[in-house]
């Protein structure tokens, strides 16, 4: 058990050190995070000029909801990238058959790797975004460190998820020849159920409450909510939580299980 754990950490440390590498990559994601988290933030001015207590929030805390999104938008691939191409790459050329000999869990291998990639992504795109959208506008961050404790457990819990959702999406792979177009509708729906485009708390009625059950939820609108304090007291945080690692603990089995009945039959495609 312990030399498993430290396998996955030095998965998770190389995963980090690889786009640590990318130094000009990673100055242009937080050049483009910073000028679209401005635009955006304009829009929603607009939009909370027009419609004061729009979704339950106030001006500074939608604008808040703006500024920590695009902080996580590149850690938790909300609008696309990740490892699920990479990997439906490996399974096309065959080389997965490699990766399922390896002394470790293709699920875990995968997931160590990704929450690598998020922890570099989190600080090397994610701070800066944020720092300048606190320079600029009034923004409703809370000062209670156990407030900022339950953000960062609720963080963790939306890569997991969100892991978990690429990671069935990429295992399509066994049985279609190309994910380009899987791929494309995942980010789409991801982008609109998230919470990316805007807070679900805005969709009125059952759909409204519908969207908000469903696992996307859990990837950006439920850690916006626990930092803003939108849960009612610790118990609401506790819940909040709770309906994350609940949605975490479901995807992983259905990816076990997907994983289990795609390497039964691996094929070999286009080599």
Known sequence: MRQRAALYAAVAAGGFRRYAAYGTATAAGVVTNTVFGFIVAYTYLALWDERPGLGGYDQAQAL????V?????AAASLIGGGFQEEMQQRIRTGDIA?????????QM??????LGRAGFQLVGRGVAPLLAGA??????LPVDPVRWLLFLVSVLLALVVGFAVRYLVGLAAFWLLDGTGI???????TVFFSGTLLPLTVFPGGFGEFVRVLP????????LD?????????????????????????????GRLTQSAATRKVVVQGG
Not at 98 to 106: F, G, K, S, T
Not at 183 to 189: E, I
Not at 227 to 237: C, K
């Open 98 to 106: 490699v990766d399922l000999y390896r002394p470790a869990d293709l």
């Open 109 to 114: 291998w995968w997931l160590a790797a990704d």
């Open 69 to 73: 999104s695009q902080s996580l938008l």
């Open 64 to 67: 808040t909801f703006v500024w």
């Open 183 to 189: 791929n494309m509708m995942s980010t789409v729906v």
């Open 216 to 223: 996307w939820a859990a990837m950006l609108q439920v850690p």
């Open 135 to 140: 320079l600029v506008f009034p923004l409703a």
């Open 226 to 254: 626990v930092l803003l304090g939108e849960n009612a007291g610790a118990g609401g945080a506790v819940r909040a939580l709770g309906f994350q690692a609940g949605w975490a603990l479901v995807l992983l089995g259905l």
